[in-house]
């Protein structure tokens, strides 16, 4: 049973400073990772794809996969009182046909 | 953009009743996906549809089934309303890229979810 595993939090950071948020997984086979932010009380919502080894940009967003050590983390520069959240990781299910969620890192973002 | 819509955003049944969750989404998707998601225990599969009259369970189905008669709505349908079925619900739903059939390399677009309440 492939597993993606992401450590619950509270992850508490200064505004400003650099979040990072990791995720593992299970399968080295897997090929496509997905980070969600979710509000409270509201549905996820794509920020980051990644599929490949290495790293991509997107704004103050830059998600890293690292297949070898199997994990995907997400950086979050600048970080912002609107990024408090809690954020979903996700990747491919057993038979390759849905997605498998982690169960979130909730960030707190200090002003 | 994708645009996924759920029909109520709270909803509040009896026990025992049969309720049905609509969802209809706008981008010609081929995949759709019904979760529920409760503290603790995080976003869990119900069930999923790769096309239109197709469905495959996923990890929770018991006390549910689904309805997929139009390639834009998916149905959810909760047979005999228990206290235990009680939580958020979730549709998504993702593109199939070509070639790659189902396909979990696309990401999945959610509704605003519905928030049902078992009396």
């Known amino acids: 049973q492939k597993e993606v595993e992401q450590n619950s939090g509270p992850l508490s950071v200064p505004e400003g400073a650099i979040a990072s948020l990791n995720c593992t997984y299970s399968?080295?086979?897997?090929?496509?990772f997905f980070w969600y932010r979710q509000y409270s009380g509201k549905s996820p919502e794509l920020i980051m794809s990644?599929?490949?080894?290495g790293d991509k940009e997107d704004g103050r967003f830059t998600a890293q996969l690292n297949k070898a050590s199997q994990y995907v983390s997400l950086l979050i520069r600048d970080s912002q009182p609107s990024d408090s959240a809690t954020y979903l990781c996700?990747?491919?299910?057993?038979?390759?046909?849905?997605?498998?969620f982690g169960k979130g890192t909730t960030l707190s973002v200090s002003s | 953009d994708v645009k996924v819509t759920q029909s109520s955003r709270y909803l509040v049944k009896r026990t025992g009743e049969k309720v049905f969750l609509e969802c209809v989404q706008d981008?010609?998707?081929?995949?759709m996906f019904w979760y529920r998601q409760d503290p603790g225990l995080g976003l869990r599969l119900i069930y999923f549809s790769y096309d239109v009259k197709m469905k495959e369970k996923g990890d929770i189905p018991e006390g549910y089934s689904v309805s997929r008669e139009k390639k834009e709505r998916f149905s959810l349908i909760l047979e005999s309303a228990s206290t235990n079925q009680t939580s958020m619900y979730l549709c998504?739903?993702?593109?199939?890229?070509?070639?790659?059939?189902?396909?979990?390399?696309?990401?999945?677009?959610f509704g605003d979810g519905t928030r049902l309440s078992i009396l």
């Open positions: 996700a990747g491919p299910n057993q038979a390759g046909t849905a997605l498998i």
């Open positions: 998504a739903s993702s593109l199939v890229q070509q070639g790659v059939y189902p396909g979990s390399n696309q990401p999945q677009h």
């Open positions: 399968d080295r086979g897997s090929q496509s």
């Open positions: 990644i599929y490949s080894n």
């Open positions: 981008m010609d998707h081929e995949n």
